[in-house]
């Protein structure tokens, strides 16, 4: 799969990348500045991955990433609409406010603000838990679990298959109405990774059998 992240030049694009390469994809490490991503791309020795400006990322991939920052996030997706109409896109903001407390927008959550603004896209939340600590150190199994959600069934199980692709299980959430349960729950866990001093904690949901597959 080809796969545009935009804001790839950042630590959670960056882990990203680093998992997909491995697992076979074409990442294109988008960046306002198309040599910032070119130059991530040589510094992590990934050779199926390129540099290019965000909207000529998306534009190339068969899927994109959110991997920007919060604050700015309305803005951004608003530039990026025409590039982003049709495509899957996967947010993976995190609405993390003063004192990692939850400030959403008012649609919500950010992924539902995306799919505010870009109606005809396929977007599906997923990635907020994952750390980018754990994602970019590639001899560590990803052994936690990704919530991923979307109005999109198709999109959904998309998602969930590339999340497999790299190794970690994706459980499907349903709706795109769950995505404020889930950035809420990426606020709280970035909470407890300052808490305790570490930068990979993640979830895992208990008793879910590997083969198990939703209704
Ligand atoms: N870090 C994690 O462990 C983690 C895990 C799960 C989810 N998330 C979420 O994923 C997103 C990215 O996290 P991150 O830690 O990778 O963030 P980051 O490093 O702060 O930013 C990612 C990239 O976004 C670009 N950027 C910065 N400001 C921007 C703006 N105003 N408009 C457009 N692009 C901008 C920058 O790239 P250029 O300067 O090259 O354009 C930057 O390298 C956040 O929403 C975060 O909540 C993070």
Do not use: W
Not at 53 to 75: F, K, Q, S, Y
Not at 83 to 91: E, H, R, S, Y
Not at 162 to 173: E, T
Not at 184 to 196: D, E
């Amino acid at each position: 799969m080809r796969i545009a992240i935009l804001g790839g030049t950042g630590d959670l694009g960056r882990g990203l990348a680093v998992r997909f390469c491995a697992a076979g994809h074409e990442v294109i490490i988008g960046s306002r500045d198309p040599s910032r991503g070119t130059a991530v791309a040589a510094r992590l020795n990934l050779s199926n991955a390129t540099g290019a400006a965000n909207a000529g990322a998306a534009r190339e991939a068969d899927l994109v990433i959110l991997a920007c920052p919060h604050e700015g996030h309305g803005t951004f997706v608003r530039d990026m609409a025409p590039v982003l109409a049709g495509k899957i896109v996967v947010d993976a903001t995190v609405p993390l406010g003063p004192g990692f407390t939850f400030a959403p927008p008012p649609e919500g959550s950010d992924a539902a603000e995306t799919q505010a603004l870009v109606p005809d896209a396929r977007v599906v939340a997923a990635f907020h838990t994952m750390a980018a600590r754990l994602l970019a150190d590639r001899a560590r199994p990803l052994d936690q679990d990704v919530l991923v959600c979307g109005d999109d069934p198709e999109g959904r199980a998309t998602v969930i298959d590339l999340i497999a692709s790299i190794g970690a299980r994706g459980v499907d959430a349903g709706g795109l109405a769950a995505a404020a349960t889930v950035e809420a729950l990426a606020v709280l866990v970035v909470g407890l990774n300052v808490r305790y001093r570490r930068r990979d904690l993640g979830i895992r949901i208990a008793h879910l059998p590997p083969d198990a597959r939703p209704r």
